[in-house]
């Protein structure tokens, strides 16, 4: 596995709209991409998701109905990006209203950025206390 090229998981729905996803952010960063269903990620052990440098992941209309999964995402520190089409989500997501949010249908240079800026931020040392 080239660990020189961030991999990014586009957790969707479905299945047209994590192609349309894929093709922007390809035609923009040299990346490797897996598309999954997002109780996929479920399955997913420490390990592999530890192999992830973003997940970008779909917000449903009941976000709470994906609580326990982001919570575990981000207790395994997987660097997050929400995708929604939802109007009440644009703004945040309750409580996780840090992760950053790309409004579908997709603007290409707009969530190449919100990639780009999300990978670099992810880059960045930690700092410590």
């Not at 961030?6 to 729905?13: F, K």
């Not at 109007?87 to 997709?106: L, Q, S």
């Amino acid at each position: 596995m080239d660990r020189s090229i961030p991999h990014i998981v586009i957790a969707e729905r479905e299945f047209l709209i994590a192609l349309d996803a894929e093709y922007l952010i390809k035609s923009a960063l040299d990346c490797r991409i897996t598309l999954v269903r997002p109780e996929q990620l479920d399955e997913w052990d420490a390990t592999a998701l530890a192999g992830i440098d973003l997940c970008l992941h779909d917000v449903p209309l009941d976000a709470t109905r994906i609580t326990a999964r982001v919570n575990r995402l981000i207790e395994a520190r997987v660097p997050l990006l929400f995708t929604t089409v939802a109007d009440i989500h644009i703004r945040g997501v309750e409580g996780f209203e840090i992760v950053p949010i790309a409004r579908k249908p997709y603007d290409g240079e707009a969530l190449t950025a919100l990639v780009r800026g999300r990978l670099r931020q992810m880059q960045q040392p930690q700092e410590t206390d």
